[in-house]
């Protein structure tokens, strides 16, 4: 398989907005314009798909798409939770630039415009199945409808697997592609809502997958009932990859697949602590894959990095729209010359990312503030508020929302982390020595800068930090980071960063914390 390095400079304009420079926007229809179908899952990592090597996982869909295109190996979104993860991907701009859609569950200021917006105006037909922008409120900024499109969620199943969602994810596209018309191209958003917890406990041993082909990442503790837990997530991802396939199928059958973009990914990584809704590698690093029969070489694998930013912009001049303004223009860049040429040359290459509120975790539903660089070998971390626990306050109550009441939660604890067997092992097991050190790796306050050597440790373990031998690295990657920020004007680094703590949760639960002593 030949390996090549995608050309991707970050550039103060890049980082102001890319826009093209023709005299109006425009459409070209010089040649066929493609389908774009966009698939992205909920909370999957890399490598948790076959086409990596993962053997607790079989995802031949998702390989067909990296056999008959390009398999990336480091592409990284722009949060480490859903709806600010999305909201970058449908606006091609930093989530420190969107204001209230760089939070968890609040609202998606309707200003900011979005891809499926701009190709529907472009005469494209647009939709969506299953999760599309979310969790929050798209409706109070007076938008339409959901910003990933129409809603195709009628037709469900009856007999679906305990834990998946009954939405048909297949025939509901096919619905959607029975309303478009003759000619006309579609961009269609596929939200699976796998493998997002909660799980049928057990249901992959269930189905036959094996304890020993789990591979269990180092922050957590290598025992059965993690190494089950994963199984059930892996079960979902396949479930996830079945329906893949017979949406594949039907544009196969339709003649459509060799001119239709296929992009597969996620919004961020796996439901378990010290992953999703954090910044390290298993928060940001999640599978890509990509295809274009008709345009794009096969049996591609680009190993440099890929900021998610850039999506939007690129699909849009795959679609042949020039001279997008926009009142606020996109952050990222269009980088279809390289999928199309792809350069055996590497330049510079980096994945900014950031982290606000991401549950009801803290007290005055606080978040934690955090801003990346994932950039040659290394992970640059800083953490603005280290006095905060990042993932959630250890104590707390519960509003029922039913009631009005307020109810003491299982534990009280960790909110930013999902429930589930892995995160209960933890606590429960918080006592014994072999457990302490992995439940405070997840849990325990966090210093100031992080910086890791992702090579050589993926896990996030070895904080280098504070070694005088990296002192160089840190302050390199510190820099370019705030000249960044700096660039894109991150209230963060400008001095408003409580700006974030004031924008509401409109969606999920409101928990009540005491007041920190602290």
């Not at 490598?47 to 480091?74: C, E, M, Q």
């Not at 539903?365 to 508020?385: A, K, T, V």
């Not at 589930?420 to 405070?440: H, I, M, Q």
Request: overall charge neutral; hydrophobic content about 35%.
């Amino acid at each position: 398989m030949r390996r090549y390095l995608i050309i991707l400079i970050v550039t103060g304009a890049a980082c102001l907005g890319y826009s093209f420079q023709l005299e109006n926007n425009k459409v070209d229809n010089s040649q066929s314009r493609p389908n774009i179908l966009f698939v992205i899952t909920d909370d999957q990592s890399y490598p948790h798909a076959s086409a990596y090597g993962y053997k607790a996982v079989s995802t031949p869909n998702f390989d067909r798409i990296a056999r008959t295109g390009i398999l990336f190996t480091n592409a990284y979104v722009a949060s480490p939770g859903c709806s600010p993860s999305r909201a970058s991907i449908l606006t091609g701009r930093n989530d420190w630039q969107i204001e209230e859609a760089g939070t968890h569950g609040s609202s998606f200021p309707a200003k900011y415009k979005v891809y499926p917006d701009i190709l529907e105006e472009a005469g494209y037909k647009t939709g969506y199945t299953g999760k599309g922008w979310g969790p929050g409120d798209w409706k109070v900024s007076g938008r339409k409808r959901n910003p990933a499109g129409k809603a195709y969620n009628a037709v469900t199943f009856t007999n679906q697997p305990e834990g998946v969602s009954k939405i048909d994810y297949a025939e509901n596209f096919r619905e959607f592609y029975a309303e478009k018309a003759e000619g006309e191209p579609f961009c269609f958003w596929f939200g699976a809502q796998e493998p997002h917890r909660p799980y049928s406990k057990g249901i992959g041993l269930k189905n036959g997958k094996k304890l020993e082909d789990v591979v269990v990442p180092a922050f957590l503790p290598d025992t059965p009932e993690i190494r089950s837990d994963i199984l059930d997530y892996c079960f979902e991802i396949e479930w996830f990859d079945q329906q893949l396939g017979k949406i594949l199928k039907q544009l196969e059958d339709s003649g459509e697949l060799d001119n239709t973009l296929v992009i597969v990914t996620s919004d961020n990584g796996m439901p378990f602590p010290r992953a999703k809704a954090n910044g390290y590698e298993y928060g940001l690093h999640v599978p890509l894959a990509i295809s274009w029969p008709s345009r794009i070489q096969q049996g591609l694998v680009d190993n440099t990095i890929f900021s998610m930013v850039h999506m939007a912009p690129t699909l849009l001049e795959a679609a042949q729209i020039t001279n997008l303004q926009l009142p606020f223009p996109m952050t990222g860049h269009s980088v279809l010359n390289e999928w199309l040429k792809p350069a055996d040359v590497a330049k510079e290459h980096a994945a900014f990312a950031a982290r606000e509120r991401h549950s009801s975790a803290r007290y005055k539903n606080l978040g934690y503030p955090q801003r990346s660089l994932r950039n040659g070998d290394y992970l640059y971390i800083r953490n603005y508020r280290p006095d905060r626990w990042p993932a959630g306050d250890p104590y707390g109550l519960v509003k029922n929302r039913q009631t009005g009441k307020m109810d003491l939660s299982d534990y009280g604890v960790f909110y930013d982390i999902d429930s589930g067997p892995s995160l209960t092992y933890l606590v429960e097991n918080r006592n014994d020595k072999k457990v302490a050190n992995f439940l405070d790796l997840a849990t325990a306050k966090r210093p100031p800068e992080e910086l890791y050597n992702i090579k050589t440790d993926p896990a996030c373990l070895h904080n280098l930090a504070g070694d005088k031998a990296f002192l160089k690295v840190k302050s390199d990657l510190k820099n370019k980071l705030e000249r960044h920020l700096a660039e894109t004007a991150d209230p963060r680094l400008l001095g408003n960063g409580d700006v974030f703590e004031s924008y509401p949760r409109l969606d999920g639960a409101i928990r009540a914390f005491p007041k920190p002593n602290r």
